[in-house]
């Protein structure tokens, strides 16, 4: 129940005897977790490209006549929280534009950490930008490349090697959906089957809700092309080291969801049970912040043998807390959103379990609840290490001077939250969520090892 930003999340399919607007409809609604500020489809009919798009969660955005005029036989989908650019209508995706060559629909996951240099080469060159978005940059790069390129997918290989940082990109032409993972699989993305659909995703959560089936992740520096049902892997850049962001497990993917390999909720389980064991308390219960706190909480109670009992009653209605533009108004909905339950707590000595500690006056709002509701004692134990360093990759951790654990130590930082103690897990511990992981994991926000150059962003 930290206040992070998320990133973003993906939808593509390619469904030439179905509905694919439709699908991506319900493939956005299991993403929402991933962005709430704004959505957008856009399908390709007849080889031309029609989109909606606005800000509001994606039940609000569409609605059966919206999405009946939104026909084709391939359709990708986007679900936004901003990381880079506002929330502005402007800057929701996907990004549709016309060129020399047609028309391009673009929807991106990820940061890219050398965009001002790239838009300022684009913008020397006459280009004119609409938005503040990462993306846009990248659909005038793949443009611009497509001009002296034999293919769109040519012209998407050569756009993505100027680029650095994160992204898991879907890109739809006139005749081709195609999907590209950055080298680093910093961002998750993932291929399904249904009948004689093909379908990408951020999560594997997505092809539960359309009863697809998971075939594989994307591998990172894997550019897939769909033309008419036929599909080509291009590999060359895949290979190097990999940084998935391992915060996903801990925080952004939807417990449901297997991420190279690891089921989501298990990899929580684990987080709580290395927190069990690294740092005990004695105490009468265990509960988990809701959402992401949860399955940690857990695996802390049945590593611990402490009994694991609900402590907050939430509030489906309100969105993540994180979406509030200021600190006041995200405070308030915390309060709005969840609500201790004095018959659980009252009189006991609880452990309290959340995924993550950024600024501290989120925990602090939820310490308060635990003790005016009577908690005698409130031990907070947090599954993942102290944020000490921003991120450049899509998630919207905040500068250094923001992190109060860049500031304080966890005996400081345990007195502002008024909690009788604190732990966080370490990065030992870290690391081992997630044992059969395809990938390894970009930890920077947590030790500052950045596994692309940041010099210039720091």
Request: aromatic share 8%; charged share 25%; net charge negative.
């Amino acid at each position: 129940m930290a206040t992070l930003h998320e990133e973003c999340g993906v939808f593509g399919i390619w469904e030439p005897d179905g509905n694919p607007a439709n699908t991506a409809y319900y493939g956005l609604v299991s993403l929402q977790h991933r962005g709430q500020e704004g959505c957008g489809i856009a399908v390709n009919r007849d080889r031309e490209i029609y989109h909606y798009k606005d800000t509001g969660l994606v039940n609000e955005v569409f609605n059966e006549k919206i999405l009946s005029e939104l026909k084709g036989r391939m359709a990708i989908g986007h679900v936004r929280y901003s990381t880079a650019g506002g929330s502005a209508r402007e800057n929701v995706q996907p990004l549709v534009l016309r060129y020399i060559k047609g028309t391009l629909a673009i929807s991106h996951n990820g940061n890219i950490t050398n965009v001002a240099e790239l838009k300022k080469m684009l913008e020397h060159n006459g280009a004119i930008f609409q938005t503040t978005a990462d993306t846009e940059v990248i659909a005038y790069l793949i443009a611009r490349e497509r001009i002296s390129s034999g293919s769109i997918e040519e012209a998407v290989k050569n756009a993505v090697k100027k680029i650095k940082g994160a992204f898991s990109l879907l890109v739809m032409s006139p005749n081709k959906l195609i999907a590209a993972r950055d080298p680093w699989g910093f961002r998750p993305l993932c291929m399904g089957r249904r009948d004689n659909a093909v379908i990408f995703a951020s999560e594997t959560c997505a092809f539960d809700a359309i009863d697809a089936e998971f075939v594989r992740d994307v591998r990172p520096g894997e550019i897939i092309t769909l033309e008419d049902g036929e599909m080509r892997s291009d590999t060359e850049l895949c290979g190097g080291p990999s940084s998935l962001c391992i915060f996903e497990h801990i925080y952004f993917a939807r417990p449901d969801s297997v991420i190279e390999g690891e089921v989501v909720h298990e990899c929580r389980k684990r987080a709580g049970a290395f927190l069990a064991e690294q740092a005990p308390v004695d105490a009468d219960i265990v509960i988990g912040v809701p959402d992401s706190g949860l399955s940690a909480a857990q695996g802390y109670a049945e590593y611990s043998g402490i009994p694991e009992d609900t402590g907050f009653i939430k509030n489906k209605y309100i969105a993540r807390t994180f979406i509030k533009p200021t600190q006041d108004s995200r405070e308030t909905a915390v309060k709005m959103k969840l609500n201790a339950l004095k018959s659980v707590v009252s009189g006991k000595r609880v452990i309290m379990v959340d995924d993550s500690i950024v600024r501290g006056t989120t925990s602090g709002r939820i310490v308060k609840m635990l003790r005016d509701a009577g908690a005698k004692e409130v031990h907070v134990r947090i599954s993942s290490p102290p944020f000490t360093w921003p991120c450049f990759f899509g998630t919207d951790i905040p500068n250094r001077d923001q992190l109060i654990a860049n500031k304080h130590t966890v005996e400081e930082t345990a007195r502002m939250i008024n909690a009788d103690s604190l732990e966080y897990l370490s990065i030992e511990n870290l690391h081992r969520i997630a044992p059969g992981s395809g990938l390894g994991f970009c930890d920077a926000c947590f030790t500052g090892r950045y596994p692309v150059d940041v010099e210039h962003l720091l």
